[in-house]
């Protein structure tokens, strides 16, 4: 296709999907003593990192919920409700909504219910219900339908994006929320996007870096083994010449016999394209989920 009808057929789409980022929606003001009541005096934390630790959080009437600090704009009042504002925005299904912000000793921001807790929670807990295997099929398509939401249709569009089993959600139906985007530059683990939505043109070391991490999130999906320090042996694993014959070694023991093996074989081989993209992305975002879904032949609706 040439070059300038593509660019123009993304523009379009963007400007058509523009819709899906929506008003902003009604974002409740919790009191501060509210939140810290529901989390324990902030002690169930789910997880923790420079940025700010994330809990888990049950209202009075049960409403379960995920409450993130935002440190980063401890100092900067205007910026926390910018970045409230910009959260209101989004809307897709595999994006934890925000719901509602708090002021005090911290700054804090309210999402959705997580009722069934972190991805990496369902790793290392042996008391959960392990994943079966579609649900881990649906998590991998999920979050790269997000990705592709925040890097082309999101206005205005995203500036940072970390993906992890600890910041990926579960809900009541174990359908994968992304949490961690937001405004802010790069910082630490954070992802620094360009100031445009991500196009066939943005092939650069950002997108890379995304697109790298979702790899590394696809094999601890296949083997269960979460990885938050870059998933060195996993990578070494997947990216070996006896990937074929180790494949049984590696596979989650929770999966048992209970999964399709040409969709692992297939699921493998968009991990390993992901992984090479670290440096030099041959790729963008909305290709690898359009590979991601025909690779496993899973709808993302």
């Known amino acids: ?22 008003p902003i929606s ?11 009541r529901a989390t324990d005096g902030f002690q169930r934390i789910i997880y923790s990192s420079s940025h700010g630790a994330a809990y888990k959080a049950r209202f009075e009437g049960g409403e379960v919920a995920l409450v993130k600090e935002a440190r980063a704009f401890d100092e900067e009042k205007d910026n926390f409700y910018r970045e409230v504002q910009f959260l209101g925005r989004l809307h897709h299904r595999h994006l934890l909504a925000l719901r509602g912000f708090s002021t005090g000793n911290k700054r804090l921001l309210v999402f959705d219910n997580i009722e069934n807790g972190s991805l990496k929670e369902h790793f290392n807990d042996p008391l959960r219900t392990p994943l079966n295997w579609k649900a881990r099929l649906q998590i991998a398509v999920g979050v790269a339908a997000a990705l592709e939401y925040l890097l082309l249709f999101s206005n205005p569009p995203v500036y940072h994006i970390s993906i992890s089993s600890s910041n990926i959600m579960l809900d009541e139906n174990f359908t994968a929320k992304l949490t961690d985007v937001g405004l802010l530059s790069s910082v630490g683990t954070y992802v620094k996007m360009p100031h445009s939505s991500c196009t066939e043109e943005c092939m650069g070391q950002d997108c890379g870096n995304i697109i790298f991490q979702l790899g590394v999130l696809i094999l601890e999906l296949v083997t269960g083994q979460s990885s938050e320090q870059g998933g060195t042996d996993l ?7 006896r990937l074929s014959s180790s494949i049984h070694m590696m596979i989650d023991p929770d999966l048992g016999n209970n999964y399709d093996s040409g969709e692992l074989k297939k699921l493998l081989s968009v991990a390993r394209l992901c992984l090479k993209s670290k440096n030099n992305p041959k790729f963008p975002i909305p290709q690898v989920f359009r590979y991601l879904q025909k690779k496993v032949d899973i709808p993302c609706d």
Do not use: C, E, N
């Open 26 to 36: 009604f974002v409740k003001k919790f009191h501060y003593k509210d939140v810290k």
């Open 1 to 22: 296709m040439d070059p300038t009808i593509r660019k123009f057929r993304l523009r379009l789409l963007a400007w058509l999907h523009r819709s899906r980022s929506g």
């Open 235 to 241: 990578i070494q694993w997947v990216q070996g010449s």
